[in-house]
């Protein structure tokens, strides 16, 4: 696990380009935290770093799941509204996740029955005071070593 406390929306936003750099393709980002803890500003630099225009990138609350085009698709999905599993009955696996490029889920507590062996980066975000935030990211796969240890030269080295 990684643990990182934030200072400001800038450096959540920096933070995210970080880490959009060092992900690959395949991998599902799963985004906890309350309204307003980061989870669209996180995905708007993780998106930034990946080509998307930041502009075009916003919570599908309604829609459910946007498309992004980058250096790879990315599924920006938000389950927000739904209550239980069973929502999620009209969709397919495709509709939901993108095996060729990123997917990105904030509230994803639903969409963890039908996840089985991808790479999964957990991420918890909670706000602490004003725009500080603690970010806490947990890997559910081996190949992310790599990305830690960036992450974790990232932390010794920030001002």
């Not at 085009?69 to 696996?93: A, Q, T």
């Not at 602490?128 to 081996?142: D, F, G, S, T, V």
């Not at 992310?144 to 001002?159: G, K, V, W």
Request: charged content about 25%; overall charge negative.
């Amino acid at each position: 696990m990684f643990s990182i406390e934030l200072r400001s929306l800038d450096e959540t936003a920096a933070f995210g380009q970080l880490l959009g750099e060092n992900l690959m393709p395949g991998v599902i980002v799963l985004l906890s935290g309350n309204l307003g803890s980061g989870k669209t500003t996180l995905t708007k630099s993780i998106c930034s770093a990946l080509g998307v225009d930041t502009d075009i990138v916003i919570s599908p609350t309604y829609t459910l799941v946007n498309i992004y085009e980058g250096k790879w698709p990315i599924h920006h999905v938000d389950l927000y509204r739904l209550s239980s599993p069973d929502d999620l009955d009209s969709f397919d696996r495709d509709d939901l996740i993108c095996d060729e490029g990123l997917t990105i889920v904030e509230w994803p507590e639903l969409l963890e029955t039908i996840l089985t062996s991808e790479p999964q980066l957990q991420i918890q975000l909670q706000m602490l005071e004003n725009e500080k935030r603690m970010l806490e990211i947990q890997a559910i796969h081996h190949s992310f070593d790599s990305l830690f240890e960036t992450l974790t030269h990232y932390e010794r080295t920030r001002h």
